[in-house]
């Protein structure tokens, strides 16, 4: 007879017994999901970075050029 490993649980006020693995796989994909928001959010700081940069500061400096060459004529 072979034995398996449990881990009593709590989950949503209920004391649940779960094999060691599927709590370690639990576990595991919350903290994936977790790692995945984190993620997430450093890729949208870094388009919106070079949104500001392409569209706003690199815009303003050409038609800061553009302005001071047609003043300067």
Do not use: W
Request: proline fraction near 1%.
């Amino acid at each position: 007879m072979v034995y398996a490993l449990t881990v009593p649980i709590e989950f949503d006020g209920l004391l649940v017994e779960l094999l060691a693995e599927k709590e370690t796989a639990i576990y595991l994909q919350i903290a994936l999901h977790s790692y995945c928001k984190i993620v997430q959010q450093r890729v949208i700081d870094n388009v919106s970075m070079i949104c500001y940069y392409q569209f706003i500061t690199k815009c303003a400096m050409t038609l800061d050029k553009k302005i001071n060459k047609s003043l300067t004529r």
